[in-house]
């Protein structure tokens, strides 16, 4: 007997990802995918300006450790200069950074380690507000 095909959770849901890890953009990039997103990857804060300047996404999924802009620096810029996404943050830099990364306009942020399940609800939850 078929299996029932799961819906797509995150359908039409537009992610800006943002990580300098190789393997964890390429992760995060293919398991949103899978969950019905339309993703965009950048490695560094410069290429996620440059990216959410050109297009807009509903919801912006970063890292703070970045090697060319700290984390809070880059979530200024995206809520000033961009189309007005919920940023999320994953990270595991202690405090100060994710104080920092609230402050400078991060809806949530979540400490690493965190299972998928809490990034996909959280994309969930955010990018439906922030489409609507």
């Given at each position: 007997?078929?299996?029932?095909?799961?819906?797509?959770?995150?359908?039409?849901?537009?992610?800006?990802?943002?990580?300098?890890?190789?393997?964890?953009?390429?992760?995060?990039?293919?398991?949103?995918?899978a969950?019905?997103?339309?993703v965009?990857?950048?490695?560094?804060?410069?290429?996620?300006?440059?990216l959410?300047?050109?297009?807009?996404?509903?919801?912006?999924?970063?890292?703070?450790?970045?090697?060319?802009?700290?984390?809070?620096?880059?979530?200024?810029?995206?809520?000033?200069?961009?189309?007005?996404?919920?940023?999320?943050?994953?990270?595991?830099?202690?405090?100060?950074?994710?104080?920092?990364?609230?402050?400078?306009?991060?809806?949530?942020?979540?400490?690493?380690?965190?299972?998928?399940?809490?990034?996909?609800?959280?994309?969930?939850?955010?990018?439906?507000?922030?489409?609507?």
């Amino acid at each position: 007997m078929p299996q029932p095909e799961r819906p797509l959770r995150l359908h039409g849901l537009r992610i800006l990802v943002v990580e300098d890890a190789p393997d964890i953009l390429s992760a995060y990039t293919t398991l949103l995918r899978a969950d019905g997103a339309e993703v965009s990857g950048a490695a560094t804060g410069r290429q996620a300006l440059a990216l959410c300047r050109a297009r807009p996404f509903d919801v912006v999924l970063a890292d703070l450790d970045l090697p060319d802009i700290p984390g809070d620096v880059l979530i200024g810029a995206i809520r000033s200069e961009c189309a007005d996404p919920a940023v999320i943050v994953v990270t595991g830099a202690p405090e100060p950074a994710p104080t920092r990364a609230r402050a400078a306009g991060a809806r949530l942020v979540l400490t690493k380690p965190v299972e998928w399940r809490a990034i996909v609800s959280s994309l969930e939850r955010l990018g439906i507000r922030a489409a609507a």
